[in-house]
């Protein structure tokens, strides 16, 4: 399974801008999907997750400006994010879980940076 994220960029406070993440796999043979972050310095964290039957939730840091969604026939998951502050600065990471009876399998796109300016 390969995960694929782009969307990455530059954009100033305020500012919006949409990440991507391109499975190989069907999207909907997982039991989530996720996006997290990385500042710099800073432990990973989990943004956003969307579930198989469509729950989404969201960090508190979040909340109220990033939305997910993902496109089934495409393959495609999305991190809509709006209302940017410097603080969002951070690589963005998707995931996928497929949940097991003795383990889940997880997979990691690579990281898109997203860097605001203030």
């Known amino acids: 399974v390969q995960l694929q994220a782009s969307g990455g960029g530059l954009v100033q406070a305020g500012g919006s801008l949409t990440l991507t993440c391109a499975s190989s796999?069907?999207?909907?043979?997982?039991?989530?999907m996720n996006w997290y972050r990385q500042a710099p310095g800073k432990q990973r964290e989990l943004v956003a997750t969307?579930?198989?039957?469509?729950?989404?939730t969201y960090s508190d840091s979040v909340k109220g400006r990033f939305t997910i969604s993902r496109d089934n026939f495409e393959n495609t998951l999305y991190l809509h994010m709006y209302s940017l502050k410097p603080e969002d600065t951070a690589v963005y990471y998707c995931?996928?879980?497929?949940?097991?009876?003795?383990?889940?399998?997880?997979?990691w796109g690579q990281g898109t940076l997203v860097t605001v300016s203030s």
């Open positions: 995931n996928a879980v497929v949940t097991g009876y003795i383990s889940d399998q997880t997979y």
């Open positions: 796999r069907r999207i909907l043979t997982f039991n989530s």
């Open positions: 969307l579930t198989l039957d469509a729950v989404t």
